[in-house]
């Protein structure tokens, strides 16, 4: 993982967004035709349809099943946006 700006705040505003493996495929397609609206924000997903299987399952740790996306908002007016933006 690599943010967009070099760094993030050591404390602010995190979102998990959770999917099963069938929805990965989806949730790239979403994640590429609508990453233009939020070019500034930064996130990270599962890298791959293994990866998701393997955070489900909690390989990867117990505090990590179901992360499967985690946005980084900047701040309060980008946290609720993009929270307008996913429900």
């Given at each position: 993982?690599?943010?967009?700006?070099?760094?993030?705040?050591?404390?602010?505003?995190?979102?998990?967004?959770?999917?099963?493996?069938?929805?990965?495929?989806?949730?790239?397609?979403?994640?590429?035709?609508?990453?233009?609206?939020?070019?500034?924000?930064?996130?990270?997903?599962?890298?791959?349809?293994?990866?998701?299987?393997?955070?489900?399952?909690?390989l990867?740790?117990?505090?990590?099943?179901?992360?499967?996306?985690?946005?980084?908002?900047?701040n309060?007016?980008e946290?609720?946006?993009?929270?307008?933006?996913?429900?």
């Open positions: 993982f690599q943010p967009i700006n070099g760094a993030l705040a050591e404390s602010g505003y995190k979102i998990h967004v959770s999917f099963r493996e069938q929805g990965y495929l989806r949730a790239i397609d979403v994640l590429n035709s609508q990453i233009s609206v939020f070019p500034q924000v930064n996130f990270k997903i599962a890298s791959s349809l293994s990866g998701v299987s393997q955070l489900n399952a909690g990867c740790g117990g505090s990590q099943i179901g992360k499967i996306w985690t946005i980084y908002p900047s309060k007016i946290f609720e946006t993009v929270v307008d933006w996913l429900t």
